[in-house]
Structures are given as C-alpha cells and as structure tokens.
C-alpha cells in the first residue's frame, strides 16, 4: 500500500495536481483528517509493510450518515478525486461513497487473498505467499528430520488462492481450500500409500476457510490413522506484514500511476486492475459483485507432482 500511495503521490504532483493523504482510512475520510502530501513525504517508504497513513474497518462509513460525513469531508477539502487501496470492503464503500459524492473514484485492489473480481492479481498477494513459502521451506527442514506429517494453515478465510500456490511452490502433497471439497479418507490413503513407498516428511497447506474447520481440526482428524506425528503450524498474521516484493511494488507502482491517469481522464466508480501483463478499467460494481474464486484446478497439478 505504501508503494501505491508513493505512485498516487508523486505521479499526481507530475501531472500538476496537489495530493492529499487521508489518515486512519476511512474513519479518518469521517473525520477530515486529510493532510497535503509532498514527494518527500512518501520517499523511503516503498520497501515498507503495511501503510504508513494507517487502515480501518470503519463501522460508522457503513452507514448512509457516515458516508455523507466523508462526502461532506471532500466537499469541503476541495478534493477532485479519491484513490482508494484495498481490498473487498474497500472497493465496496468506494462504491457507495459514489452515491453520495460526486468526484471521481478510483480504487486500487490490495489483497492478500487475490480475490478480487476484474484483476489476474492484487497489491500484496505476491508478498505473502512468498512470506508463506519461506516459513514452509524452514518446515520442511524440521519435517524431513524428525519423520513428521505438518499441516500448515495459510490465510484465506474464502479464497484458496494463497494455499494452492504455496503448496505448488513448497512441494506440498496436498492443498485444502475452501474451492474443492477434500475427502479425508482418500487423502488419508494418499498418506499411506507415500509414507509405505519410504517418505520421511509430507507437507500439507491448509486454507483458514477450507470445509473440515481448519489445520488443527484435520490434523485431530487424522492422527489416530497415521503412526506418524502431525504437527500443526498456523501462519497466520506473518503473511500480512514485512517488506513487500519486487512484484508487489511493481505492481502497486504500476497501477497507482494508472489509477491518477485515470481520474484525469475522468473515469470514476472503477478498479484498475492487470489483465494479462495490461493495466485494465474494470466498473467497481463487476468487481464487487462476488469472490473472485482460487484456480482449483490447480489441486489435479499439486497431486501429480507430489510421489
């Protein structure tokens, strides 16, 4: 986020406009706490987790009385234009903030989910599930040594997106995620079959949402049909912090400078997103429309690699 809102900066006071941040999200948008942003301002913060001007689930912004505080709040700032960064919920009250305020809005994706509708990918994304594959390279190292069965559980409370390339990138024998239903007691033969053909370590990557409950409910599920010992390990925040990668700041580099080109172009009420290596418009109502869903397919691929 902190690399879009560097790109939104100084992309904008290049194009001769005058940016303004807005604190705390859209509590702070409620509030009026808007501060007027400089090149220097946003210098040294591209390699930086996080956002430096802070998030939040604003309560109140659901509100028709909170939405027009905020529009009252642009009204009387004067502003123009307002670049949104988020997620789901953050495209989603960008939209109904389009009721109520008559500027352009455009909003950038940021998930680490990868589930928004209209984009091959989000700000983020590619950050976390290398963060996820680091810790489950270091797994890995304990699994093979003390002949153990690890679940890991990743994010992805209604995408499986994270689980499946992680598992692909980790050598995993197995994903679950909330996209393709696993039965337990295949999976449980799979389990035996490559621990008789002399495999010390297995690897499973587990998604928050996926049907049975989570890692450690699958993992109680299991233990008392393997002789091996399953440990669990839940990833959980890690993967929302730390410096982003190449690709995430390219990313949110590209599409922030996308999204004030946008607005001057006068489009509003869209989602800039990245179809095939190309920056799109995508109207926020298709983007919020539903979950953009994993690639299940991706399962048959994870299972043909794993003997």
């Not at 299991?222 to 669990?232: E, F, M």
Request: include cysteine.
């Amino acid at each position: 986020m902190n690399a879009c809102m560097r790109a939104v900066t100084r992309h904008g006071l290049h194009r001769g406009l005058q940016v303004f941040g807005v604190r705390e999200g859209y509590d702070g948008l409620i509030r009026g706490d808007l501060v007027r942003l400089s090149a220097r301002d946003v210098g040294n913060v591209i390699q930086r987790g996080g956002t430096v001007l802070g998030s939040s689930r604003s309560r109140e912004f659901r509100t028709p009385a909170g939405r027009e505080a905020a529009a009252r709040s642009l009204q009387d700032a004067a502003i123009d234009g307002l670049v949104v960064c988020g997620g789901n919920g953050t495209c989603a009250g960008a939209l109904a903030l389009a009721e109520q305020w008559s500027g352009g809005i455009i909003a950038i994706p940021a998930s680490i989910d990868n589930d928004i509708n209209g984009t091959d990918t989000t700000v983020g994304y590619d950050t976390a599930i290398n963060t996820a594959l680091e810790a489950i390279d270091r797994i890995r190292d304990t699994a093979e040594a003390q002949e153990r069965i690890f679940l890991v559980e990743v994010m992805g409370r209604g995408c499986g997106a994270i689980a499946l390339d992680v598992a692909l990138a980790g050598g995993a024998v197995a994903a679950l995620v909330p996209e393709a239903p696993v039965d337990l007691d295949a999976l449980l033969r799979l389990l035996t079959t490559w621990r008789d053909a002399g495999r010390r370590s297995m690897i499973i990557i587990v998604a928050e949402g996926e049907e049975h409950g989570g890692a450690f409910e699958v993992a109680r599920r299991l233990q008392p049909h393997v002789p091996t010992d399953i440990r669990v390990t839940v990833l959980g925040h890690i993967q929302r912090g730390g410096a982003p990668t190449a690709a995430s700041r390219i990313l949110a580099t590209r599409l922030g400078v996308a999204a004030v080109d946008a607005l001057l172009d006068g489009a509003t009420s869209v989602m800039v997103g990245l179809k095939g290596n190309q920056v799109t418009l995508v109207p926020l109502h298709e983007a919020v429309a539903a979950q953009r869903p994993a690639d299940a397919a991706m399962l048959q691929i994870i299972g043909g690699l794993a003997g």
